[in-house]
Nanobody, 124 residues
Framework: QVQLVESGGGLVQPGGSLRLSCAASGFTLDSYAIGWFRQAPGKEREGVSCIRSVTNSTYYAGSVKGRFTISRDNAKNTVYLQMNSLKPEDTAVYYC?????????????????WGQGTQVTVSS
């Protein structure tokens, strides 16, 4: 069955870096756009970034543009989110999902397959 497993989160100081991984199984990764979302306590879920399936074109929310980089390795069935220059406001649980990756508005969730998420905490 379809599974998405996020990993790579942790506690990091402001200005630090983390690389998140989204390991996919049960479907052909290169046929789908994948998006990263985050949700902080008391806040709505936010679409952070997404990457399309054929063109590998990408979208970034304004809050992370220039600091985060999304990439995919279809041979490893994995999508990555490299996060640099982290800020306390990046603290959240990060999730990946299959999406429609829209050029202007970013990721729209395609279906209801979600992983358990990975916690990112940016604090000194």
């Amino acid at each position: 069955q379809v599974q998405l497993v996020e990993s790579g989160g942790g506690l990091v100081q402001p200005g630090g870096s983390l690389r998140l991984s989204c390991a996919a199984s049960g479907f052909t990764l290169d046929s789908y756009a994948i998006g990263w979302f985050r949700q902080a306590p008391g806040k709505e879920r936010e679409g952070v970034s997404c990457i399309r399936s054929v063109t590998n074109s990408t979208y970034y929310a304004g809050s992370v543009k220039g600091r985060f980089t999304i990439s995919r390795d279809n041979a490893k069935n994995t999508v990555y989110l490299q996060m640099n220059s982290l800020k306390p406001e990046d603290t959240a649980v990060y999730y990946c999902a299959r999406v429609i990756c829209r050029r202007v508005s970013g990721p729209d969730v395609l279906d209801d397959y979600w992983g358990q998420g990975t916690q990112v905490t940016v604090s000194s």
